[in-house]
C-alpha cells in the first residue's frame, strides 16, 4: 500500500491509500477518488511541500506578500549596488574615514562606497554624515 497526500481543486487536503502507483493513476482517472470535505472527485496529488492556499487564488498568485517582497527588496539593492559600482569608489574598509573627510571637507565630495561596521555607521550618523549601510546580497555570501 502506498498513501498519497491529495487534495481536491477547493484546497482539501486528505490523505489516501492505494494498491500501488497504478491504482492511484486509475482511480483517479476514473474520477474514484472523491474529496471527503466537498465530495469533488477533481483531485491530484498534493504537493510534498507544506503550502497555503488562500481562497480562489491562481497558481501564479501563491506568492506569499513577504516573498515578493523579499524580491522587490532585493531587485532594489541590487538596482543600488550595480548604480555604485559604476558611478562611485569601492573605498573598502576606509569607508568611515573617507566620508568623515568628505563632510569635513578634508577630501573632495564624491560618491563613495564600502564597509562600515554597525558601530562606526552609527557613529557617522550621530555626527550627521548620511551613509547609508548596504546589507549584503545573498549571493555575495560566499
Ligand atoms: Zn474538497
Redesign the pocket.
Known amino acids: 500500500m502506498i498513501r498519497f497526500a491529495l487534495a481536491?481543486d477547493?484546497g482539501?487536503g486528505f490523505d489516501a491509500w492505494f494498491s500501488s502507483g497504478d491504482s492511484y493513476d486509475e482511480q483517479i482517472e476514473a474520477q474514484a477518488i472523491v474529496?471527503p470535505?466537498?465530495g469533488?472527485s477533481h483531485v491530484k496529488k498534493a504537493p510534498m511541500a507544506p503550502a497555503v492556499l488562500r481562497g480562489k487564488a491562481k497558481e501564479t498568485e501563491s506568492e506569499s506578500p513577504a516573498a515578493g517582497e523579499r524580491k522587490q527588496t532585493y531587485a532594489f539593492l541590487k538596482g543600488m549596488r550595480n548604480y555604485l559600482k559604476e558611478n562611485a569608489d569601492d573605498v573598502g574598509k576606509a569607508f568611515p574615514e573617507e566620508a568623515r573627510k568628505m563632510h569635513y571637507g578634508e577630501a573632495e565630495a564624491r560618491n563613495i562606497y564600502g564597509e562600515a561596521s554597525v558601530d562606526e555607521a552609527k557613529a557617522l550618523h550621530e555626527e550627521g554624515i548620511p551613509a547609508l549601510p548596504l546589507p549584503k546580497l545573498p549571493e555575495e555570501h560566499n
Open positions: 481536491c477547493r482539501h474529496c470535505t466537498c469533488s
